[in-house]
């Protein structure tokens, strides 16, 4: 297989319900086979036997014809750069990235599914749409979970449900998150508060990329925090209830800042993308910073000609991976904040 890393994943189109705000939503299945170790526990031949199986799954007739055409790749193929632009695109996770071993991501080529093998269960079967999309991801999900259930004989016990390596994911092992842009909600601090409240009614809230990443860009993760005793539609109904209040949280935050600091926002967002199409230095934080205030900007139309699709896919190519993927060497940081400064201007100016 070969895995165009340059190519706009779906969840990048920055459009659909919501899109002003939430910028994706995912679904997320554990899934293990039956009679296999879970991987933490497994030799490098049972490894190798559960990627095999799942190759053989993918291609399936069934499977084709329920989700479309699928690819496994081996990440022992892939270079250390590769793989973590995998990660900046959200297809990966990081620890799938570093660990060694028999592992394999499965994509479609629109990058809506992808699948990682042998991270910490055998199948982490994800649907990642653009904006408020929680249901079509479920389907999408159920769809794909249900042809490869017929192909491959998953851990299943009556009584408790799916069977995961982590007791967490036991049961349906669905896990629902949305990502959102809550720039706003920041500024006038009502995030913190906000935000802690969802931990009391089992919501996660994470950063960027996930578990254990900070909210860099004002842009964080929801997500439920456990599955066993939750229907799936209970999850994600719940999920995008709480993900549609923030949304409208952010919205009445927005129009306060606007009502109340006019002259102040819009010199803010002024002064951001005046950096962003000038600057010769960018670093990756700074750049994340910027932008926000810059998608703010586009959202409240107080700026004009920047779509989100743009927006988003700057989100993927300030990364470092991505930098020096494009620019074909290794750079050392003060290299790669040049090239992120030149490759913001040049994107920005159309």
């Not at 993927?316 to 930098?323: F, K």
Request: glycine residues 6%; negative net charge.
């Amino acid at each position: 297989m070969s895995i165009n890393l340059e190519h706009t994943s779906k969840w990048m189109e920055g459009s659909g319900p919501q899109a002003d705000i939430v910028i994706s939503s995912r679904i997320r299945l554990a899934r293990n086979l039956k009679g296999m170790p879970f991987p933490n526990l497994m030799k490098a031949e049972e490894q190798a036997r559960v990627v095999s199986q799942v190759g053989r799954a993918i291609h399936s007739p069934m499977v084709i014809q329920s989700v479309g055409e699928l690819k496994l790749q081996p990440l022992r193929e892939l270079p250390p750069l590769e793989r973590q632009i995998l990660v900046e695109k959200h297809l990966i996770s990081p620890d799938l990235a570093e660990a060694g071993g028999e592992r394999a991501v499965v994509l479609r080529e629109d990058e809506a599914i992808s699948i990682m093998v042998n991270e910490e269960d055998h199948l982490r079967l994800q649907c990642l749409l653009p904006a408020m999309m929680l249901h079509e991801a479920w389907r999408l999900a159920d769809a794909a979970d249900d042809a490869l259930e017929n192909e491959l004989d998953f851990a299943f016990d009556q009584k408790l449900g799916y069977l995961t390596a982590c007791p967490t994911n036991v049961g349906t092992g669905v896990r629902a998150s949305t990502m959102l842009h809550l720039p706003a909600l920041v500024i006038t601090k009502q995030a913190g508060p906000v935000l802690s409240a969802l931990t009391k009614v089992g919501v996660a809230v994470r950063g960027l990329y996930g578990e254990g990443t900070e909210a860099h860009g004002n842009i964080f993760q929801v997500s439920n925090q456990i599955t066993l005793g939750h229907g799936e539609d209970e999850i994600i109904n719940n999920l995008s209830a709480v993900t549609v209040r923030l949304a409208d949280q952010e919205r009445e935050a927005r129009e306060l800042l606007h009502r109340q600091s006019r002259w102040q926002l819009e010199d803010r967002i002024g002064r951001a993308y005046g950096v962003l199409t000038n600057a010769r230095i960018l670093s990756s934080q700074e750049a994340l910073q910027l932008l926000s205030d810059v998608r703010l900007g586009t959202e409240m139309k107080i700026l004009r000609g920047l779509d989100q699709r743009l927006l988003n896919q700057l989100l993927v190519r300030i990364q470092s991976a991505y930098l020096q993927f494009t620019a074909g060497k290794e750079m050392t940081p003060f290299e790669r904040d040049v090239r992120r400064a030149a490759m913001v201007r040049e994107l920005l100016a159309g």
